[in-house]
């Protein structure tokens, strides 16, 4: 596979934070592959993934580089940004975060919003924005799209809500999409749903995905492959499979030890069962 994007010898650090956020970070995103950045809270993922939006505050020193593979990219390729300057969806990437109601904006149709970024990004007029907003909400399972389409935020429960967001997120045909902590609001059920949500919209338009999340076992359930990192370094990656089975670095083996120690279930389905 040809790699999506290739990220060599990547340091970021805030300005008046003492450590480097992410150090020395080597790494490179195959184009179709659905790669899934671990770690707890404060690692670095979502920095590695505002760096390769290109979304990194003005407070950010980065070094090192991000080379997007050029016959896959169309500029501008930074994400549209609606309420609270946060980005959604792009032409080139796709963003989903943890708390669809500070993506959404709270005053604005459902319909409006995802129109707009099939407005902005793909040089729609209303009418069409509008029909493609219906088919994405009709994609994403909303109940009685027709209806959603004029229905504000606050009227839908929170998994309906991040079912929205990602429609917005890949309603210009992303080739990457990144989803930060995107499950982690969500109660386990809902959370299962979103996980299979966003597996079959990748899948069916080919998108990279990835997914960023502290739960080791989440990460398994939809990742080729699972990057582990810790205090801003990349300490281990592999297929998911090696990751979980046999892991090399003592960090991946206490948040698998930590995961069993409360869940006893196996992490990877049986051979021959579908995920
Ligand atoms: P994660 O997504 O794994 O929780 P982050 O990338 O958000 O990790 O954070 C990595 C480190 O960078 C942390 O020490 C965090 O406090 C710091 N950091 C993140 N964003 C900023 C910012 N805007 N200004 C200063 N420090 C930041």
Known sequence: MTALLSIRDLTVSYRGNGREALKNINLDIAAGERLAIIGESGSGKSTLALAIAGLLPASARIG???DWQMSEFR??????????????????????FQDPSASLDPVMTIGKQIAEVARTHLGLGWPQAYAKARTLLDRVRLPDPDTALRAFPHQLSGGQKQRVAIAAAIAAGPKLLI??????????????????????????????????????ALAAELADRIAVFRHGELVEIGATEQIIDAPRHPYTRALLDAHLGLDAEPLLPQAGVPR
């Open 179 to 216: 989803a930060d902590e995107a499950t982690s609001a969500l109660d386990t059920i809902v959370q299962a749903e979103i996980v299979s949500l966003i597996r079959k919209l990748v899948a069916e338009d080919g998108m990279t995905l990835l997914f960023i999340s502290h739960d080791i």
């Open 75 to 96: 500029s501008p390729h930074q994400p549209s940004r609606l309420r609270n300057n946060t980005p959604l969806g792009g032409r080139d990437i796709g963003f989903v």
């Open 64 to 66: 090192g580089r991000i």
